[in-house]
């Protein structure tokens, strides 16, 4: 058992012990824990027939003023959950026939996921493991999820500092996300989007946001210039407006359905492989791209 964490996990490197009272950016402590559940909303060859194991972690390293999932992220509703309590809550869900374990958004624990993905193992637990991330992560964090995580399911949210400055209070998002999805590719490598079930590799998200289109196309462009096709995106629609997001008028709408078109046509004439969600942007139908 840990007696102090002095904390520099995310480029934040609040340098605090969280053991001893105090608290970093994200309010993190010991692992806490809103949920955990199967899940079919993610990818087709995530989320499968049987659905993707998923654990939902209390806080966050970012305060996107749009959080759809706010009341755990920034208000950090959840309980606390020893090492041993997260390999347990692994094994119920392979035991629900779950085809991977989906760590959604555990970035500011990855020191005790280690530990707990390393008890589950080796006591039986055999699916792959997934870590659903911001980007917003050091690399020596990233590093030492070597033979730990199987699939980074990597957000690239925001091209522009000015943009993640105003969205996330980060403006050194882009630069972290960039140098971080970057070493998760040479983890990994890329995944196939091909695969019935996906065991292994990199797949880059990403949110359109109305009125923020030109990030879309800017982080496609990134994409396409940094991997050529060989990474599968997802692309995402069914942003609404939550949390903040309802008294920022830029954002405090759905997003335009041509607005969303557009942004898949650039993924397409890219050539990309991936995923896009259907016409209404609902959840839980993401399809691919081609
Ligand atoms: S994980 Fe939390 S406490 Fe640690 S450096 Fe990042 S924001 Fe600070």
């Given at each position: 058992?840990?007696?102090?964490?002095?904390?520099?996990?995310?480029?934040?490197?609040?340098?605090?012990?969280?053991?001893?009272?105090?608290?970093?950016?994200?309010?993190?402590?010991?692992?806490?824990?809103?949920?955990?559940?199967?899940?079919?909303?993610?990818?087709?060859?995530?989320?499968?027939?049987?659905?993707?194991?998923?654990?939902?972690?209390?806080?966050?390293?970012?305060?996107?003023?749009?959080?759809?999932?706010?009341?755990?992220?920034?208000?950090g509703v959840g309980k606390e959950v020893s090492i041993k309590g997260l390999g347990e809550m692994m094994f119920v869900l392979q035991k629900k026939g779950a085809h991977n374990i989906n760590l959604v958004t555990a970035d500011h624990y990855i020191?005790?996921?280690?530990?707990?993905?390393?008890?589950?193992?080796?006591?039986?637990?055999?699916?792959?493991?997934?870590?659903?991330?911001?980007?917003?992560?050091?690399?020596?964090?990233?590093?030492?999820?070597?033979?730990?995580?199987?699939?980074?399911?990597?957000?690239?949210?925001?091209?522009?500092?000015?943009?993640?400055?105003?969205?996330?209070?980060?403006?050194?998002?882009?630069?972290?996300?960039?140098q971080a999805i970057l070493r998760m590719y040479e983890l990994v490598g890329a995944a196939d989007a091909d695969d019935t079930i996906i065991t292994k590799g990199l797949i880059i998200r990403h949110l359109v946001m109305p009125g923020f289109l030109e990030q879309s196309y800017k982080i496609l462009g990134w994409i396409y210039e940094t991997f050529g096709v060989s990474v599968p995106v997802s692309i995402m629609g069914q942003y609404f407006p939550a949390y903040k997001a309802v008294e920022i008028s830029k954002i405090n709408r759905k997003l335009n359905h041509n607005e969303y078109l557009g942004v898949i046509q650039k993924a397409t004439e890219f050539g990309f492989s991936g995923w896009i969600q259907n016409e209404n942007c609902d959840i839980n139908d993401k399809r691919k791209i081609l």
């Amino acid at each position: 058992m840990l007696e102090s964490f002095v904390c520099n996990l995310c480029p934040h490197r609040c340098n605090v012990d969280r053991l001893s009272g105090k608290r970093g950016y994200c309010r993190a402590a010991l692992p806490e824990i809103a949920s955990f559940c199967i899940h079919s909303g993610e990818e087709p060859p995530i989320s499968g027939k049987n659905g993707s194991g998923t654990l939902f972690f209390s806080h966050c390293t970012l305060s996107c003023k749009f959080c759809q999932n706010y009341p755990i992220s920034q208000y950090g509703v959840g309980k606390e959950v020893s090492i041993k309590g997260l390999g347990e809550m692994m094994f119920v869900l392979q035991k629900k026939g779950a085809h991977n374990i989906n760590l959604v958004t555990a970035d500011h624990y990855i020191p005790w996921v280690i530990e707990a993905v390393k008890y589950a193992k080796s006591n039986g637990l055999s699916i792959p493991i997934l870590l659903n991330t911001s980007s917003f992560l050091n690399i020596e964090t990233i590093n030492s999820l070597e033979g730990i995580v199987d699939i980074f399911l990597a957000d690239f949210k925001y091209f522009d500092e000015s943009t993640a400055a105003f969205l996330c209070g980060v403006s050194s998002y882009p630069h972290y996300a960039k140098q971080a999805i970057l070493r998760m590719y040479e983890l990994v490598g890329a995944a196939d989007a091909d695969d019935t079930i996906i065991t292994k590799g990199l797949i880059i998200r990403h949110l359109v946001m109305p009125g923020f289109l030109e990030q879309s196309y800017k982080i496609l462009g990134w994409i396409y210039e940094t991997f050529g096709v060989s990474v599968p995106v997802s692309i995402m629609g069914q942003y609404f407006p939550a949390y903040k997001a309802v008294e920022i008028s830029k954002i405090n709408r759905k997003l335009n359905h041509n607005e969303y078109l557009g942004v898949i046509q650039k993924a397409t004439e890219f050539g990309f492989s991936g995923w896009i969600q259907n016409e209404n942007c609902d959840i839980n139908d993401k399809r691919k791209i081609l």
